[in-house]
């Protein structure tokens, strides 16, 4: 297994951290924690003398009002975040999740082709779903795109894209995660990323 190191911007104690269990004793119940893990020593220090905005997307202030915000209440750590993106000017798609609590990336499919931002949230939640079923967990996964969350309910990507030869590998993505979808159950709860109430999702590839 490959060793981590974790930054801890905002927690108890600011630093970096050699151990998931040593950051997690900085920020578990510490109100609007951040931080990050790393691949390496080298790139947690030059993390760490920088803003985390750079490495984890740009937070926003809260958008609701507070007794919204207390009924929504906080994201699960122990989750997967899911995040799709889609390029106006050349029509590329791409998408991928990481794990919410330490930022970790689980995933990253693309670019590919001719496509839209819901089809590739559709892909990512799927692709979630049957990392999950693979690795025998049952963690929740947030998207911030209530179409996709959708559509895997309804096992369908009900989209009125065009399918053609261009975009081919991603309509035949789309054909197996349908399949997956009718051929297995799953325990996960799949959960609406409130960006007003927590800023941007953790799998946003930041191009806003």
Sequence with gaps: MKKKY?????????GIFDSWNDCKAQ?????NAVYKS???LELAEQALQNKSDDYIGKKITAQLPNDVLERIGMPLKESIAVDGAWNTATGMVEYQGVHTGSGEKLFQVGPLEDGTNNIAEFL???H???????????LPIYSDSRNAIGWVKEKKARTNHTRSAKNKTLFDMIDR???WLREHDYPNQIL???TKAWGENPADFGRK
């Design 27 to 31: 920020i578990d119940g510490f109100p």
């Design 6 to 14: 974790y930054v801890v911007w905002e927690g108890r104690t600011k």
């Design 192 to 194: 609406k990323w409130e």
């Design 124 to 126: 990512a939640i799927v």
């Design 128 to 138: 979630a779903l049957a990392l999950c079923r693979k690795n025998g967990t049952d």
């Design 38 to 40: 790393f691949p390496s």
């Design 177 to 179: 995660a349908e399949k």
